[in-house]
């Protein structure tokens, strides 16, 4: 199993970014799918899940209008879009998989 994100980097505030999560190894059109990120010396936070059609999609209320998660089951990769970015955004960004399959993260640092 893989779950491989890309897409991170240094934005300056108010700007955005659009994060990608390439899977393999499970079913990935089966599987509901999650984000999740970490910023240094903070718990891990869930940040936007997924159902495996792509018809549901809930966040975090503080992501709420800034983020949008979506995903092509056809290419076996999940986004997230991330708009109108803060310095609190900062964080290492992690995709998941509810049964506990996890990505290496990709950083995103506001600055």
């Known amino acids: 199993v893989q779950l491989v994100e890309s897409g991170g980097g240094l934005v300056q505030p108010g700007g955005s970014l659009k994060l990608s999560c390439t899977v393999s190894?499970?079913?990935?059109?089966?599987?509901?799918m999650a984000w999740y990120r970490q910023a240094p010396g903070k718990a891990l936070e869930w940040v936007s899940g997924i159902d495996s059609g792509g018809s549901v999609t809930n966040y975090a209320d503080s992501m709420k209008g800034r983020f949008t998660i979506s995903r092509d089951n056809a290419k076996n990769t999940l986004y997230l879009q991330l708009n109108s970015l803060t310095t609190e955004d900062t964080a290492m960004y992690f995709c998941a998989q509810p049964t506990g399959y996890w990505g290496q993260g990709t950083q995103v640092t506001v600055s």
């Open positions: 190894g499970f079913t990935f059109d089966d599987s509901d």
